[in-house]
C-alpha cells in the first residue's frame, strides 16, 4: 500500500467551526479508545525510566484541544511522573478556549498560536516535545524539519505519535463511520490511513534529518499505532 498524499478538510480554510467542533470531538473519542493516549503514555514513561526525571515541561505541537497530553498527564501521574504541558497549534479555533464547543471540558493550558515548522521558543526551551496525529500531515521534507525544530526545542527528546500506514487500518476505517459520527472526521480519517507512514519510512526520513549518533526508538502500539522517541543528546 503506497503512500498517498492529499489535503484533509479540517485543515482547509473552508472547514466550518461547528465541522471543527465536531471532528475534534472525534478525534479525542479515537485516541481515548483505540490507542493514541496510551501511545504518549508509554513515551513518557520510557523517558521516565531512562533519565531518572520525574518531572517534565511538555510543548504538544498541533495540539488541537490538547486531549491527549492532559489524558496522558493523568495517566502518568498515578506513577508520580508531573508533566507541565504547553498547547501549540496553526490554528486559534482549534485550541481550548476558543473552541465554544469543548472549552469548558479541557482544564487551561497555557497556548500559542505558531508555526511548527518554525517555534517561536529558544533552545532548550521544554524538556519534551510531543504530537500526536501531526507527522503524517508533513512529506519527508517538512517532517525532517520538524524532526529538528524540535529537537533544537527540547531538553530531553522528541515524541511523535501517529498512524501507521496498512490496508487493514483502511478498512477498519471505513466500517467505522457509524461511532465516527462527523462526516468531516471519517473522510479524514480515511485520508490520515493513506497518507500516514510505516516505521521504516520515519527511520529513513530521520536517518537523512539527524546525524547517525541521534538514537532513535521506534514501537508498534494498539490497532496501527507509532510511537517514535528521537533523543537529544
Given at each position: 500500500?503506497?503512500?498517498?498524499?492529499?489535503?484533509?478538510i479540517l485543515d482547509s480554510d473552508g472547514c466550518s467551526a461547528r465541522d471543527v467542533q465536531g471532528a475534534l470531538a472525534v478525534l479525542g473519542r479515537v485516541n481515548r479508545w483505540f490507542g493514541g493516549i496510551a501511545?504518549?503514555?508509554?513515551?513518557?514513561?520510557?523517558?521516565?525510566?531512562v533519565t531518572?526525571?520525574?518531572?517534565?515541561s511538555l510543548l504538544e505541537v498541533a495540539a488541537g484541544l490538547g486531549e491527549v497530553p492532559e489524558k496522558a498527564s493523568a495517566e502518568v501521574a498515578r506513577r508520580g511522573i508531573t508533566l507541565d504541558v504547553?498547547?501549540?497549534?496553526?490554528a486559534?479555533?482549534?485550541l481550548p478556549g476558543r473552541n465554544r464547543g469543548h472549552g469548558n471540558r479541557i482544564p487551561r493550558r497555557p497556548a500559542v498560536v505558531a508555526d511548527a515548522l518554525s517555534l517561536p521558543f529558544h533552545d532548550g526551551a521544554f524538556d519534551l516535545v510531543s504530537c500526536s496525529l501531526f507527522a503524517h500531515h508533513l512529506n519527508a521534507?517538512?517532517?525532517a524539519q520538524f524532526v529538528r525544530e524540535g529537537l533544537r526545542v527540547s531538553r530531553r527528546a522528541l515524541l511523535i505519535n501517529d498512524l501507521i500506514r496498512h490496508p487493514l487500518h483502511l478498512a477498519l476505517v471505513y466500517a467505522s463511520f457509524p461511532i465516527m459520527r462527523s462526516r468531516v472526521a471519517w473522510l479524514d480519517g480515511l485520508t490520515s490511513v493513506r497518507r500516514a507512514y510505516v516505521p521504516g519510512e520515519v527511520r529513513s526520513v530521520l536517518a537523512s534529518a539527524l546525524p547517525p549518533q541521534i538514537p532513535?526508538?521506534?514501537s508498534c502500539n494498539y490497532l496501527f499505532r507509532m510511537g517514535v522517541i528521537v533523543w537529544k543528546q
Amino acid at each position: 500500500m503506497q503512500r498517498v498524499d492529499a489535503q484533509e478538510i479540517l485543515d482547509s480554510d473552508g472547514c466550518s467551526a461547528r465541522d471543527v467542533q465536531g471532528a475534534l470531538a472525534v478525534l479525542g473519542r479515537v485516541n481515548r479508545w483505540f490507542g493514541g493516549i496510551a501511545t504518549t503514555r508509554k513515551m513518557v514513561e520510557r523517558v521516565a525510566e531512562v533519565t531518572g526525571a520525574k518531572s517534565f515541561s511538555l510543548l504538544e505541537v498541533a495540539a488541537g484541544l490538547g486531549e491527549v497530553p492532559e489524558k496522558a498527564s493523568a495517566e502518568v501521574a498515578r506513577r508520580g511522573i508531573t508533566l507541565d504541558v504547553t498547547l501549540l497549534d496553526r490554528a486559534p479555533s482549534h485550541l481550548p478556549g476558543r473552541n465554544r464547543g469543548h472549552g469548558n471540558r479541557i482544564p487551561r493550558r497555557p497556548a500559542v498560536v505558531a508555526d511548527a515548522l518554525s517555534l517561536p521558543f529558544h533552545d532548550g526551551a521544554f524538556d519534551l516535545v510531543s504530537c500526536s496525529l501531526f507527522a503524517h500531515h508533513l512529506n519527508a521534507q517538512p517532517l525532517a524539519q520538524f524532526v529538528r525544530e524540535g529537537l533544537r526545542v527540547s531538553r530531553r527528546a522528541l515524541l511523535i505519535n501517529d498512524l501507521i500506514r496498512h490496508p487493514l487500518h483502511l478498512a477498519l476505517v471505513y466500517a467505522s463511520f457509524p461511532i465516527m459520527r462527523s462526516r468531516v472526521a471519517w473522510l479524514d480519517g480515511l485520508t490520515s490511513v493513506r497518507r500516514a507512514y510505516v516505521p521504516g519510512e520515519v527511520r529513513s526520513v530521520l536517518a537523512s534529518a539527524l546525524p547517525p549518533q541521534i538514537p532513535v526508538e521506534i514501537s508498534c502500539n494498539y490497532l496501527f499505532r507509532m510511537g517514535v522517541i528521537v533523543w537529544k543528546q
